[in-house]
């Protein structure tokens, strides 16, 4: 791996809520175009280290650079303006807006941002339902509506946190699909994935974390010699 082919580089990544210590050294680094995935039982600091990566937990010490950016240094309200798109497991949609309102009102950061009639095209299910308010969503389409909200406004690299938490099996089939789609167009995803047989099917490299830090990183080539390793850890 050359730099060059690095868009996101974290090194050494320890970060705190209040006094509680959670991440003890995190490192990990994702190339241009991949799909990566964070595997880790509850409570290991996955979540802690998207959190940690967008600036969203500011206290925070190492080294984060995405596309050329020391993330350290930058304030949370100009991040976004790196092309780096976080999805939250909580989704953070507007509930009282219509999907078509939702898509429209945060502003482009980039001319890659997709246009309406693109997002409706790889969310048929957000086309029908362009009138409906955030509150008469199921589960799947407010996480198809918060994943699309960051496609609109241009971004380079998703961060999605449990993307397929709670959701029924086609509407994650569908969510596998389009996160197909968007790595065959170029873009980079780093994914936290309790799922693992979903996780299986779209991530090029794993990352295995536990007890606030990485144990492992391995290429998807090598599950089948991992698993032994990953049922012991993740019971799967």
Do not use: C
């Amino acid at each position: 791996m050359t730099d060059k082919d690095i868009l996101l580089s974290v090194k050494d990544l320890n970060a705190w809520y209040d006094e509680s210590h959670v991440l003890h050294g995190v490192n990990l680094n994702v190339r241009r175009g991949e799909t990566v995935t964070i595997l880790g039982r509850n409570g290991v600091g996955k979540t802690t280290t998207l959190r940690s990566i967008v600036g969203i937990l500011r206290k925070r010490t190492g080294e984060i650079e995405f596309n050329g950016h020391n993330l350290m240094r930058l304030p949370l309200h100009k991040t976004a303006k790196t092309g780096l798109g976080f999805v939250p497991e909580e989704r953070g949609i507007f509930s009282t807006l219509s999907v078509e309102e939702n898509l429209m009102l945060p502003p482009k950061v980039s001319d890659s941002g997709m246009s309406i009639e693109e997002i409706y095209d790889l969310f048929p299910n957000l086309y029908e339902r362009k009138t409906s308010s955030g509150t008469k969503l199921s589960g799947g389409e407010q996480q198809m509506l918060a994943m699309a909200r960051m496609l609109r406004i241009g971004v380079d690299m998703l961060l999605l946190d449990e993307p397929t938490e709670g959701l029924a099996p086609v509407i994650i089939q569908r969510i596998g699909e389009v996160l197909q789609t968007l790595k065959q167009r170029g873009m980079t995803i780093l994914l936290i994935e309790q799922n693992f047989r979903f996780a299986s099917k779209i991530a090029d490299r794993f990352y295995l974390m536990e007890h606030g830090l990485v144990s492992a990183g391995f290429d998807a080539s090598e599950l089948p010699d991992r698993m032994d390793m990953l049922h012991e850890v993740l019971g799967v």
